[in-house]
């Protein structure tokens, strides 16, 4: 994209006297060239990322000239550590690279850039959304800075769209449903439009990819909302992409969270959950283990835990938590992004809670559903799962006879769930209140139908 004309460009000669002072690894007496060097930042990116689809994130010789030449100063996280690795920096100073300060507006002279019109698409997409949540400062600040990092040219075309793919499906836990489908929605629209036009085109694998994360993130957004048949249309479109692509990471994410629709949520969200077919696509998912991060493998297993939870099959829950408990422990910061961005050791508390309410164990889902919120509610970014979390340990509350605890958590849970719109938590709480149906007559629990009846 243009830049503003006041903006000075100055080239980055830290970084190719980095570079220079490397010998060349196939022309003896010479020093690394800048194609030697973009070959070693792909080869670092893959021993970095091993589990990852780095489609958008490899360079060429030509994306090290612009680093360079000072048109690039702050590249992806991914590509920054890549960089430091191939040239044996430890920070990124030592390497002349830096968030720029960046000048107001764009070159009016009517030019129109080439491919980067898809871009501004996207960042006229996100300047919308910024206006709707103008409240929210957090989300507002996210925005300017990945707003900023597109508009000076600091991610090249496709990977701009990854980046507000990613940066889209991490914010669902933070922003109110209904303020972030319409973006979503929106930017997968422009997805779908690239891809449609991309058809035998060597790029058109990786638009399929950010389409396929895209109509998930908008599964889990349609869901929050209330709308299941939208909810699951999505995710059905993002399995089915996968299949006609190849692309067994995908298929397998879009599994992950179909199967949570089916069973809604083991019977937690939805009554007639069907239990077996989100398990069937579950055991799916895990078959494509190898294909996936961490954090997707320990989401497969909980989820699996949670649902032999419902069935009251105790020995397959504590071989699943077990599971979970494993691959939990090998994530990684770079683990959490996008799709997963949630996923931590309170996120696993969470699911474990809930499967000791569902095998009748309150003292210990209260164990982990205690820890999970203390942690999950100092965090902004996850607020709608530790108001999951919160939900549940007033089941696990009831469960242990403390009903008055129980109901004021419910009902706190539930007048924030209402607040920010999000109609998937405000039926999980429903069947929470459900579950304390033996103790109607009491005042505790009609208080709590005050306060549900006034959301």
Not at 71 to 96: F, M, Q, V
Not at 262 to 277: E, K
Not at 420 to 433: H, K, Y
Request: glycine share 6%; proline share 3%.
């Amino acid at each position: 994209m243009p830049r503003h004309p006041d903006t000075v460009i100055t080239p980055n000669t830290v970084l190719s006297a980095a570079r220079e002072r490397l010998p060349s690894p196939r022309r003896a007496g010479q020093c690394m060239s800048r194609s030697e060097l973009a070959d070693e930042v792909n080869t670092a990116l893959n021993q970095l990322y091993p589990t990852r689809n780095l489609t958008a994130h490899y360079v060429d010789a030509r994306w090290i000239g612009k680093l360079e030449r000072g048109e690039h100063r702050w590249p992806s996280d991914e590509r920054r550590a890549a960089i430091r690795r191939a040239l044996g920096a430890t920070n990124d100073g030592e390497l002349g690279l830096y968030i720029p300060r960046r000048t107001e507006g764009f070159v009016s002279d009517g030019t129109t850039p080439p491919t980067p019109k898809s871009r501004v698409s996207a960042s006229m997409d996100v300047s919308r959304a910024g206006e709707t949540w103008s409240g929210d400062a957090q989300f507002s600040g996210v925005l300017t800075d990945e707003m900023a990092r597109l508009d000076d040219g600091e991610y090249d075309d496709w990977n701009s769209f990854s980046v507000v793919t990613s940066m889209l499906a991490q914010q669902r836990q933070a922003v109110a449903p209904a303020a972030l489908l319409s973006l979503v929605e929106a930017h997968r629209d422009c997805l779908l439009t690239l891809s449609r036009n991309a058809v035998g085109d060597p790029v058109g694998a990786a638009i399929g990819a950010m389409l396929g994360e895209a109509s998930i993130v908008a599964s889990r957004l349609w869901s929050a909302q209330g709308n299941r048949s939208m909810a699951l249309d999505r995710c059905a479109y993002a399995r089915t992409l996968a299949e006609r692509l190849g692309n067994i990471r995908l298929g397998a994410t879009a599994r992950i969270f179909e199967s949570n629709l089916h069973s809604g949520a083991s019977t937690l969200i939805h009554a007639d959950g069907n239990i077996m077919t989100g398990l069937q696509l579950l055991d799916e998912a895990a078959a494509a283990a190898e294909h996936l991060s961490f954090a997707a493998q320990a989401r497969i297993a909980a989820e699996q835990a949670q649902t032999y939870a419902a069935l009251n099959m105790r020995a397959e829950t504590e071989a699943a938590l077990d599971r979970a408990r494993q691959a939990a422990n090998g994530i990684t910061s770079f683990d959490r992004t996008g799709l997963f961005s949630d996923w931590t050791a309170s996120r696993l508390d969470v699911y474990e809670g809930t499967c000791r309410i569902l095998l009748k164990e309150p003292a210990a889902a209260i164990l982990h559903l205690e820890r999970a919120s203390t942690v999950l509610d100092q965090d902004p970014e996850n607020t709608n799962v530790a108001l999951a979390a919160h939900v549940d340990l007033a089941s696990a509350y009831a469960l242990a006879g403390h009903l008055d605890t129980a109901c004021t958590t419910l009902g706190d849970a539930y007048e924030q769930l209402g607040r920010i719109g999000n109609l998937r938590g405000i039926s999980r709480a429903r069947r929470a209140r459900e579950g304390l149906s033996r103790w109607n007559a009491e005042r505790a629990v009609q208080e709590l139908d005050e306060r549900m009846a006034a959301v």
